[in-house]
């Protein structure tokens, strides 16, 4: 019996805005690529299937009956240093690679439990310490040769720069977007070289038997380990709180605060860049959080 995949809309909809024709045919080939890679791998199904915002995970189980996750997603520049980030990390702070097809990017992935994340956990000083611990393992290890660097991301950000300004009307935006583009420019000659996760938010840390959270779901790249804190900040977003998580990640990753700020701001440059090249203004939000992270060098 042929197998059956319902694409979730919202995936489908996702690719269609990110990738165009690319993700149109991703979705169409779906069914017939998770067939194929349940027999190449011997898997069978063990669950409904499970979305993000780019790829389709479905629960299965190996022939010994080990329990795994599919993961089916288009790759791309974001997702081809997954599976090598995850090879070198080996479990150790993030979920174990189990098998990978390199040319579509699919993944085999140790089943963690999806019903527990720490988005979930009410107390949010709680969610922060828990990232930072474990941007603290991730951030161990040397990055390869061949990784996705910051060095070659942050002059691109600054070059892009210049032009956005143009095109932002407001004149606190535009000091703000300018800003940040300052800072990066003084730290942008020396880019880092650790194994950044570049995605470490509260929805990419699940529980496990053998961790209390692991991270999933990583977009590595060699970089300034400041600029894996911004996530934290940003989602679940409480202005007042912005300081505190700040200075406790800096905490506990050990961090020289004006550097961290600076590459901070390198990530919300990023994000300001990818609204006003889509025709929208930045996210007020991201505003206050640079307006709170000002004047913490200390």
């Not at 909809?13 to 194929?36: K, T």
């Not at 040319?103 to 000083?125: F, I, K, N, W």
């Not at 470490?200 to 529980?207: D, G, K, P, Q, S």
Request: charged share 30%; glycine share 8%; aromatic share 6%.
């Amino acid at each position: 019996m042929p197998l059956v995949i319902d694409v979730p809309e919202e995936l489908a909809a996702s690719q269609e805005r990110f990738n165009g024709e690319a993700g149109r045919a991703f979705v169409a080939g779906l069914p017939d690529l998770a067939a194929a890679f349940l027999r190449r791998w011997d898997l069978r199904v063990a669950g409904a299937p499970r979305h993000g915002v780019s790829a389709l995970v479905l629960p299965v189980d190996r022939a010994d009956g080990t329990p795994a996750v599919l993961k089916l997603q288009l790759r791309d520049e974001e997702t081809e240093g997954e599976p090598v980030a995850l090879r070198l990390w080996d479990g150790g702070g993030a979920v174990r690679l189990l098998d990978h097809d390199e040319p579509t990017g699919t993944l085999l992935l140790e089943r963690l439990d999806a019903s527990r994340m720490l988005a979930h956990r009410p107390d949010v000083h709680e969610t922060v310490l828990v990232i930072a611990r474990l941007l603290a393992r991730l951030h161990a290890t040397p990055a390869p040769e061949g990784m996705r660097r910051l060095g070659d991301i942050a002059p691109a950000l600054l070059e892009r720069t210049r032009p956005a300004l143009d095109r932002v009307a407001d004149p606190v935006a535009r000091r703000v977007v300018a800003d940040c583009a300052a800072a990066v420019r003084e730290v942008a000659d020396e880019p880092g070289d650790h194994l950044l996760h570049w995605d470490l938010h509260y929805e990419n840390v699940l529980a496990a038997d053998r961790a209390p959270w692991l991270a999933i779901d990583p977009k590595p790249l060699a970089g300034d380990p400041g600029f894996d804190l911004w996530p934290a900040l940003d989602n679940r977003f409480d202005a007042d709180d912005v300081v505190w998580r700040f200075d406790a990640m800096t905490d506990v990753l050990g961090l020289d605060r004006e550097r961290a700020r600076a590459w901070t701001y390198g990530r919300l440059l990023q994000n300001c860049l990818w609204h006003i090249e889509g025709g929208r203004p930045p996210e007020d939000r991201h505003l206050e959080i640079a307006r709170r992270l000002r004047g913490r060098t200390a």
